[in-house]
């Protein structure tokens, strides 16, 4: 059960309700490794500027990882992964560090799951 909730605020931080049921289990797999890498970002750079709960983080990215791996194979999730990491860091550098921290933590202020302690 908790695995379907982290999972499920994973894809609710990701993507909007009515675009999840259109999706293709590969739709669903990549918008889990977006919201995995943007976990991972969380964790990297925002415990400088909010205080977070990075055990929360982690857990999300991993288990969304872990998730889209079974659907993509490992080979194609990691290389996914990768370049979606790269897409969000320089997501973060465009728009600076604090910005960015402060855009994730007002859009998952009402998610289940409260990554953002502050």
């Not at 290389?79 to 007002?106: H, I, M, N, P, S």
Request: charged share 25%; proline share 1%; with cysteine.
């Amino acid at each position: 059960m908790r695995y379907r909730a982290v999972v499920a605020v994973a894809l609710a931080a990701s993507v909007p309700a009515a675009a999840v049921r259109a999706q293709t289990q590969e739709e669903q797999a990549l918008a889990l490794l977006r919201a995995s890498s943007a976990q991972s970002a969380i964790i990297t750079f925002c415990g400088k500027h909010y205080a977070i709960d990075g055990t929360t983080a982690l857990r999300i990215s991993q288990t969304a990882r872990d998730v889209a791996t079974k659907v993509l194979g490992r080979e194609r999730a990691n290389a996914a992964f990768k370049d979606e990491l790269a897409r969000c860091y320089a997501e973060v550098k465009e728009a600076g560090e604090q910005q960015w921290c402060t855009d994730q933590r007002d859009e998952l202020s009402g998610s289940e799951l409260q990554i953002f302690k502050d």
